[in-house]
């Protein structure tokens, strides 16, 4: 018997400490995340429904750099800060709209810092300026990292160490 009750307490010391280790970070649907380069701290909506993030931007210019075809934007948070970014164009996405449209969207790779995870992911540049969030957070970024609480908003910081 004294077996068994070290059997299973053992296994339930791994079960725990497994899941300490696969913790995910739990954010509101709508959260402050921080984009890089750059450093801009901007509103953003935490959407699980969309594969790729989405970064507002009202105009993009494209140029070419050492033979392969760039992207210059311009981000502005809620408070009116402003940089001015250059990045690769990754690919061009087609997007399918709610109402059946096909829409051509730019694609970069930044770094994005929710809470305290930072990580490279796609954004795609559209004009987001009528509704009530610079970015939008999708299930690329999200994904083995993020639980979200729908019932909570602005829970988190971004706190990333950047090199």
Not at 10 to 23: G, P, Q, R
Not at 51 to 59: A, I, Q, V
Not at 133 to 145: A, M, N, P
Request: one cysteine or more; proline letters at 3%.
């Amino acid at each position: 018997m004294k077996k068994l009750t070290l059997f299973f307490a053992v296994l339930l010391l791994w079960f725990s400490t497994a899941y300490l280790v696969h913790a995910k970070e739990v954010v509101g649907w709508v959260e402050k995340v921080q984009i890089f380069p750059g450093e801009l701290i901007v509103k953003a909506k935490i959407d699980s429904g969309a594969k790729t993030s989405s970064l507002n931007c009202k105009c993009y210019n494209f140029f070419e750099r050492d033979g392969k075809e760039w992207v210059k934007f311009t981000v502005v948070n809620w408070e009116g800060d402003t940089i001015e970014l250059e990045q690769p164009l990754v690919r061009i996405a087609k997007i399918k709209r709610h109402y059946g449209e096909k829409q051509e969207r730019p694609v970069v790779k930044l770094g994005l810092c929710l809470a305290n995870i930072y990580k490279e992911t796609e954004f795609t540049l559209i004009d987001r300026s009528g509704l009530n969030y610079q970015v939008l957070v999708g299930r690329q970024y999200l994904e083995d990292e993020f639980l979200i609480d729908p019932g909570e908003s602005f829970t988190r910081k971004p706190a990333c160490k950047v090199d």
